[in-house]
């Protein structure tokens, strides 16, 4: 149908997007691959010697960096499971008929739209600090000694914060599918005797399937830099007990200042991400089809 | 409604609900309630939940001591700017794509979503060397405009997908049979294509506004003093000194109200967008 002229048109039309995008993408990747292969710190001036892949060898027999990766996964891993099985029981539940159907839905998703230092600091001075916190509070009036959350489980801290961020997405994301079910074949299944659990595993579950998948893809790439949780609460510690990938790098550039180190660690957080998005992508790819 | 539901098992699920639904909330409405306090009472314990003075004086106090408007106006300039230069720039692509796709269009978007894959890492230490070494740092207005390019930048993606995803629900039919009926061709954007076009357009900006509002990564490390939008702003409530509960608790209210809100009427569009069209 798309005559010449509209293709070129077409063609026009999409070049800012594409060329804005794809320089993006290349040209800050080329110069930090590049400042990779220098011996180059702010804090030594002079000329930056070419090291070949020493920055790289540095980076990866640092204790710090099979550390950051250990809490990388465990952040990750630990919220999605959270939110996940958390927003599959609220989808469920919010999908039945309520009183104040609405409101109800507007209170649950409203974590979603804190930014990430005010939800962090909430949680870190409001909720976790050990003389005025609330669960302070609450652990006394039951009986219990106040836990130091985030000096005693610093990174389980920082995962109850991601998750109760992520957890409201998961579950719109899961609801939205639910609403598509077929009531009919809900109706089928009571009539041939299924009941909640068989119904649940055989009818809801494969339903989501593409709903989930597309919750664990869409948060492993939020959480996989997740950054300004740790940075407000903890600044990667006590030591390196929450000190992930993307605050492993930021702290070599920014307070260490060597820019041939971080930059090694970021190129590795590049391919990291890339092996996560593949085999991500690949596992549940089916389900991304259509 | 296809079904009868027994008001008594309604009244359990409702119950049920609204426990989960509060408990979610909690965070959100302490901290609203906190803004209301002295700080004094902030940390008094017991916890008082309603029955205290209640103040705005913590509101006026934030304001005066850290010129809280300023840096409201940076969160404006930085998530409306983003948002208004990635409308000028992917309108146009989402447009030809929805509208004349070619063979490659498909591979096109999936590229573009690759892209979000990257960490920021990845691109971070040129730009952090660029606003040092340029001094975009000691520069309010640098920094603001590095700020609104760089989340143009990573907001792209969605911006051009989630448009895509709205124009290709508008039927081609429409277009030729303005054509037949002789339009021409700024008449057919006009009175055709646009009307047709606003909702997608306005759900698109709201979502990436709230994106912009709310992003953290970089704003925490390319924002100057001046030019700090709230995310950065609240930041420095990290470690302050003596009782400051009520007055974090106004600043935070005063910086995610607005998104909130904005969120609320965004539900739907948010799914669409955040799921890449995958989910609706």
């Known amino acids: 149908m798309a005559t010449l002229h509209t293709r070129s048109a077409a063609r026009v039309m999409m070049t800012p997007s594409v060329l804005l995008l794809f320089a993006w993408m290349i040209v800050p990747l080329a110069m930090t691959i590049y400042f990779s292969t220098l011996n180059y710190n702010l804090l030594s001036p002079g000329a930056h010697d070419f090291i070949g892949l020493l920055n790289y060898e540095y980076f990866v027999t640092d204790p710090a960096f099979l550390n950051s990766l250990i809490v990388t996964l465990l952040l990750v891993g630990g919220a999605l499971i959270i939110t996940v099985v958390g927003g599959i029981a609220l989808a469920l539940l919010l999908d039945q008929p309520i009183f104040g159907q609405g409101i109800v839905r507007m209170l649950v998703l409203a974590p979603f739209f804190v930014m990430p230092t005010v939800a962090a600091l909430i949680w870190k001075h409001m909720f976790m600090n050990p003389v005025n916190g609330l669960l302070a509070h609450l652990f006394k009036f039951v009986g219990l000694d106040p836990l130091t959350w985030l000096e005693t489980v610093p990174l389980f801290s920082i995962v109850i914060i991601v998750a109760w961020q992520w957890l409201p997405f998961a579950t719109l994301i899961l609801l939205t599918a639910l609403q598509s079910l077929d009531e009919e074949q809900k109706e089928a299944a009571e009539m041939d005797g299924a009941g909640a659990v068989s119904k649940f595993i055989y009818i809801i579950l494969p339903h989501l399937a593409r709903a989930i998948t597309v919750v664990i893809l869409i948060e492993t790439i939020f959480l996989l830099s997740a950054f300004a949780e740790i940075l407000v609460t903890t600044n990667g510690g006590p030591g390196t007990a929450t000190t992930n990938l993307t605050y492993l790098v930021y702290s070599q550039i920014v307070l260490s200042q060597d820019v041939g180190g971080a930059s090694a660690g970021g190129i590795i957080a590049v391919i990291l991400a890339n092996i996560v998005a593949i085999f991500v992508m690949r596992a549940v790819g089916k389900n991304l089809e259509a | ?280």
């Open chain 2, 1 to 280: 409604m296809a079904r009868n539901v027994s008001t008594r098992r309604k009244v359990i699920v409702s119950v049920a609900a609204w426990a989960v639904a509060l408990l979610i909330f909690f965070p959100i409405l302490w901290t609203i309630l906190t803004s209301f306090k002295t700080e004094g009472e902030a940390v008094a314990s017991p916890p008082q939940f309603l029955f205290f003075h209640w103040t705005l004086e913590n509101y006026f106090e934030v304001q005066s001591r850290s010129n809280y408007f300023l840096h409201f106006a940076n969160s404006v300039i930085i998530a409306f700017g983003s948002t208004i230069l990635g409308l000028i720039v992917a309108v146009p692509a989402a447009w030809a794509m929805a509208f004349s796709p070619t063979k490659r269009t498909k591979d096109v978007l999936m590229w573009m979503l690759s892209t979000k894959m990257m960490p920021p890492v990845g691109a971070f230490i040129p730009i952090y060397l660029l606003f040092q070494g340029f001094g975009l740092l000691n520069s309010q207005f640098a920094s603001r405009v590095g700020m609104v390019v760089v989340l143009m930048l990573i907001n792209l993606p969605i911006i051009v997908w989630m448009l895509y995803t709205y124009f290709k629900e508008i039927p081609g039919e429409i277009l030729e049979a303005a054509r037949m009926d002789g339009a021409s061709l700024a008449k057919e954007i006009i009175y055709v294509l646009t009307p047709m076009a606003i909702p997608g357009l306005a759900s698109t900006m709201l979502l990436n506004i709230i994106l912009a509002w709310n992003e953290a990564f970089w704003t925490l490390n390319l924002s100057s003093v001046d030019a700090a939008p709230l995310s950065t702003f609240i930041a420095s409530y990290s470690s302050p000194e003596g009782l400051f509960y009520a007055k974090l608790s106004a600043a935070s209210t005063m910086a995610i109200a607005p998104i909130l809100i904005l969120g609320w009427f965004s539900q739907k569009q948010l799914v669409r967008g955040l799921t890449f069209g995958a989910v609706k």
